[in-house]
């Protein structure tokens, strides 16, 4: 098993930046690929990044560039640099194990204009 808790999330001005972090508890995570995802109320939960457990990453569109995923085997903790946020970014980000299938609480994170 593994259990995820993420931090980080906050308020932040259009253009600032937020670093959110997962900490995972098991055996499993430096095996294992880990994904962010993002919910905001009223829409679909939608995925932002992924890394693989040797570190490869890819991402959404709507966040390349500005986003990067990141990971430390060794603290069991994956990392999402958030930069240059906008409006469109506020949302519950949620860390994500898929194998085996494991979703931390989420952190808020709100971006005002």
């Known amino acids: 098993q593994v259990q995820l808790v993420e931090s980080g999330g906050g308020l932040v001005q259009a253009g600032g930046s937020l670093r959110l972090s997962c900490a995972a508890s098991g055996s499993i995570f430096s095996l294992n690929s880990m994904g962010w995802y993002r919910q905001a109320p009223g829409k679909q939960r939608e995925w932002v990044a992924v890394?693989?457990?040797?570190?490869?990453?890819n991402y959404a569109g709507s966040v390349k560039g500005r986003f990067a995923i990141s990971r430390d085997n060794a603290k069991n903790t994956v990392y999402l640099q958030m930069n240059s946020l906008k409006p469109e970014d506020t949302a519950v980000y949620y860390c994500h194990s898929y194998v085996p299938d494991s979703w931390g609480q989420g952190t808020q994170v709100t971006v005002s204009s």
């Open positions: 890394i693989t457990r040797v570190g490869t990453t």
